[in-house]
């Protein structure tokens, strides 16, 4: 890495594909800056790839706030940002679905990705990019993962089209992949026999690796992506076409 390499903010590196993300990004010559929720285990990833850790809550403002300052005190200007953060839920009944799950669901998957947003704003260069997280849910309804999490998520998708417009005039792209199944220890909470299933289901026959996605969100960050922005990008082997 040199002094002139560009710098990418992954929030949510350390879950299986913010990890997947920070490593190629790593190999790309980024400079890297890790956030997430634990501290000890964001610490243990930046020193293993050479970048910079700093601990967030992404649903608690004043710590979004307090984190994007934190990191622009060593990086004068962003280039990507990437928002992996994201909690899962597997209630499928509607009388399982509390007040609580509800409110963290929307809280950490939608609200989170907001607030970075936000604050990234005159943090991020003139051309630069920002790739969200979606999920099949978001169109599936979420039979596999819930409603509060399929609402999540389709307001994701729904956020970025919005940012992507009042980025633009600044040419900066916000684009989002949509993955399927992908073999990460969120999907560890399904049933296995579910997890089975749908792996027999998809066209390819397998669930996504996480550099399966990771591979997409780099190529979004790329150059040869600066005329796509608003987009729902899916990784999914086939399971949707639409």
């Given at each position: ?115 970075c947003c936000r604050a990234a704003d005159d943090w991020l260069r003139d051309g630069g990019r920002i790739v969200t997280i979606s999920s099949n849910a978001a ?74 996605v990771a591979a997409a969100i780099a190529f979004l960050a790329s150059e040869e992506a600066a005329y796509l922005t608003g987009i729902v990008l899916p990784v ?7």
């Amino acid at each position: 890495m040199t002094d002139t390499a560009k710098t990418v903010c992954v929030v949510g590196a350390t879950g299986g594909i913010g990890a997947a993300v920070a490593r190629r990004f790593a190999q790309l010559g980024f400079r890297l800056v890790l956030m997430d929720l634990a501290a000890s285990p964001v610490k243990a990833l930046a020193a293993e790839l050479g970048g910079e850790a700093v601990a967030i809550d992404v649903a608690d403002a004043d710590s979004v706030a307090r984190a994007f300052a934190a990191a622009r005190e060593n990086a004068a200007a962003l280039d990507v940002l990437v928002l992996a953060s994201g909690v899962v839920e597997t209630a499928t009944a509607l009388a399982d679905e509390t007040d609580e799950t509800w409110s963290r669901m929307l809280a950490v998957n939608l609200t989170g990705v907001f607030l970075c947003c936000r604050a990234a704003d005159d943090w991020l260069r003139d051309g630069g990019r920002i790739v969200t997280i979606s999920s099949n849910a978001a169109r599936s309804g979420g039979l596999a993962t819930g409603p509060a999490y399929a609402a999540a998520k389709g307001g994701v998708e729904a956020l970025t089209k919005a940012m992507a417009n009042l980025f633009a005039p600044r040419q900066i792209t916000v684009n989002c992949v949509a993955p399927g199944a992908t073999d990460t220890p969120m999907l560890d909470a399904h049933p296995p026999e579910r997890i089975a299933a749908i792996a027999a289901a998809n066209p390819l026959g397998r669930i996504a690796t996480p550099d399966d996605v990771a591979a997409a969100i780099a190529f979004l960050a790329s150059e040869e992506a600066a005329y796509l922005t608003g987009i729902v990008l899916p990784v999914n082997g086939g399971q949707r076409m639409d």
